[in-house]
């Protein structure tokens, strides 16, 4: 039997194994057997990481460097995902199921996108000054916070990282990033693309590991991490906030979601269920943001979901490294068992199946169900997989109020050709994120992030530059 191929932690600018020499593996869903074997991260690795990242921050190059410097080794990086678009997708690929097509040609091309936006946006920042005072020189600067934990997501895992470590780095922080248990392989490439494209040594470590009591739960407790990014489920992002409070620190939290599509009768309904659908199934429904509760204005609600009906059978499931694979398999044993275990009890409540629900390995095919009460479980909670609920409302005053009947504020979206419609319901959802017509479209520009029960800070453009660093007020009597 071949060796498992090695995926080690990164710290302080070299891939080093644990300090106990423990090791996990990484399965790969589709032929449920491991691919690779883990570094194993504990208290002992974090404390090495974070020293890295502290002595990095306060005696290193990288926070005193200018904007433009910075600037210029994230091109480099970004550069350096492109070429390796190929291996970097595959890696992903194998973590969690997401088809190779998917992972290379939009998540390894956003990645970069993610480190050549805030690479220029820092450069192109300016500090403010407040003229109008007799002999006084105020003004603000916007300094780098210190070391940043980075906790990443399994679903899409470059994308998620490059997401949270490039306003980091670009602002000028160094970072410790701990990717989810179920993905770990590309964060250790990124580490050492990094270092490739010039970054100095401890600015950006990886620790591999389980979250609570494990590396994650090490991390966010550490007293030398000044800030905290995480992206995950609610109950994890709860337990961080407490672990945050113990010395003040900030966080950014972006949790889960429960988002509602609304089809309204003037829509476009073509448009409008091709957008649902993919919404509803795109990486086999394993996104945060997804349209997992369909909501149809009664006069067109048998035939909007005759065509999501449709629509569902027609997609192909397979072999994530097939070109013409649409939906994979869920990402591991446990997150299968807690899909199918969502849709046995929506039967058992009384949801009536329109399509879907059938089980090949830890596939699921993509899954209609109806007859559904706003108190059913699978109306409440998030399901992370391929399915999506349908109700029919009446007037525009239903659909806001059933879209709002929820702990999540994620995501939503309106389908139709009312301007006016539009901006009145998108004003009166209760979510960070809408969509009118459309749906994952992406302003980088743009504050992201959610209410209640999905989240709070916002991060992108300005939003990032606020959180990743300290604004400083500077008051110099310059005399007469």
Not at 17 to 41: I, N
Not at 238 to 264: H, N, Q
Not at 380 to 404: I, K, Y
């Amino acid at each position: 039997m071949s060796e498992l191929p090695a995926i080690a932690h990164h710290i302080d600018g070299v891939a080093v194994p644990s300090a106990d020499r423990a090791t996990f593996d990484s399965v790969d869903p589709t032929t449920r057997r491991p691919w690779a074997r883990v570094s194993l991260g504990s208290t002992a690795d974090v404390n090495a990481a974070v020293s890295a990242a502290r002595r990095a921050f306060d005696d290193g190059p990288w926070p005193r460097a200018t904007p433009a410097e910075r600037g210029e080794v994230l091109h480099s990086f970004a550069d350096l995902l492109i070429s390796h678009a190929e291996e970097l997708a595959l890696l992903d690929t194998l973590d969690m199921g997401r088809p190779l097509t998917q992972t290379r040609d939009r998540d390894v091309a956003r990645g970069a996108a993610n480190l050549r936006f805030f690479a220029d946006d820092a450069r192109l920042a300016m500090d403010e000054s407040m003229p109008g005072h007799a002999r006084h020189h105020v003004y603000t600067r916007y300094e780098p916070t210190g070391v940043v934990a980075a906790i990443a997501p399994w679903n899409f895992p470059l994308m998620q990282e490059t997401w949270k470590i490039a306003p980091a780095l670009a602002y000028g922080n160094t970072v410790v990033l701990k990717p989810a248990e179920q993905s770990p392989a590309s964060a250790t490439r990124l580490a050492e693309l990094a270092a490739q494209a010039g970054l100095p040594r401890g600015v950006f470590n990886v620790v591999q590991g389980f979250g609570a009591g494990g590396a994650g739960a090490a991390l966010v407790a550490h007293p030398q991490v000044d800030l905290i990014t995480f992206t995950g489920e609610t109950r994890t992002g709860e337990s961080i906030m407490r672990s945050a409070a113990r010395g003040v620190r900030a966080v950014s939290l972006e949790l889960g979601g429960k988002g509602a599509s609304i089809v309204f009768e003037d829509a476009d309904l073509e448009q409008a269920v091709a957008v649902v659908a993919d919404a509803a199934f795109s990486n086999a429904g394993q996104v945060c943001l997804a349209g997992t509760r369909l909501l149809v204005q009664r006069s067109v609600y048998a035939e909007v979901v005759h065509r999501l009906v449709s629509a569902a059978e027609t997609m192909r499931l397979g072999d994530p490294r097939d070109s013409g694979t649409q939906i994979g398999p869920l990402a591991s044993e446990g997150h299968h068992a807690k899909v199918t275990g969502c849709l046995d009890a929506a039967i058992g409540e009384g949801a009536t199946r329109l399509t879907g629900g059938d089980r090949h390995g830890w596939w699921v095919a993509p899954t209609v169900l109806d007859g559904m009460k706003s108190s059913m479980r699978i109306c409440r909670e998030e399901v992370f997989g391929p399915v999506v609920t349908v109700q029919s409302f009446d007037t525009d005053q239903e659909g806001v109020r059933l879209a709002n009947d929820t702990d999540y504020g994620l995501s939503a979206m309106v389908f139709t050709t009312d301007l006016g419609r539009a901006h009145r319901i998108s004003g009166r959802l209760r979510a960070g994120n809408v969509w009118v017509n459309c749906f994952w479209v992406r302003d980088l520009r743009s504050p992201f992030g959610g209410m209640g029960h999905s989240g709070i800070g916002r991060e992108g453009g300005r939003h990032s530059r606020e959180f990743f660093t300290e604004a400083k007020s500077i008051v110099m009597d310059i005399g007469e």
